[in-house]
């Protein structure tokens, strides 16, 4: 029997006389580089129309409260911008609505953030949200995008602990 040069078929040597051929790595998930609590998944027809008409508009404000804190309750990294976007809605017409706006494209990048702390492809964007919220369909895909975030930790609840990957 012939002997294989340094490096060369070792592994089909090894695996003949009765080894196992090296196994190649096995793609893991990212590590785990902080935690937080998971919001809450919500339905974004009813965020959007149902319960802004049920309320007369009030359930908007507390929309943009609650998810300003549930980002920063998500990821420490996003500052907790709840009661200055809360404020922005309030007293916005002081400043010519344009706070609101403000506030309302910061909320995409905030999304995005998170969507990059879950460990998935930043889709969300301030300025599509900006012109959605145009017509009138800025919530609708802003709670689809949060979803997303949601979604990725499968049935875990909200307000319960899961770990950020970025």
């Avoid at 999304?111 to 012109?131: E, K, P």
């Avoid at 145009?134 to 895909?141: E, T």
């Amino acid at each position: 029997m012939s002997y294989p040069q340094q490096g060369q078929g070792q592994a089909q040597q090894h695996a003949h006389q009765g080894g196992h051929a090296p196994v190649p790595a096995q793609q893991q998930a990212p590590a785990a580089v902080g935690a937080g609590y998971n919001m809450k998944r919500r339905n974004p027809v009813g965020a959007w129309l149902g319960l802004p008409l049920i309320t007369f508009g009030i359930y908007g404000l507390v929309w943009f409260f609650k998810v300003h804190n549930e980002l920063a309750e998500y990821d420490r990294r996003i500052d907790n911008a709840a009661t200055n976007a809360l404020l922005s809605m309030i007293f916005g017409a002081i400043t010519l609505g344009i706070w609101p706006l403000v506030m309302y494209v910061k909320l995409g990048g905030r999304i995005a953030q998170a969507q990059r702390a879950a460990g998935l492809q930043a889709t969300c964007s301030g300025g599509v949200g900006f012109l959605l919220g145009i017509i009138g369909c800025g919530v609708l895909y802003y709670q689809i995008q949060l979803n997303k975030v949601v979604d990725r930790y499968g049935d875990t609840p909200a307000g319960q602990q899961v770990s950020l990957v970025a």
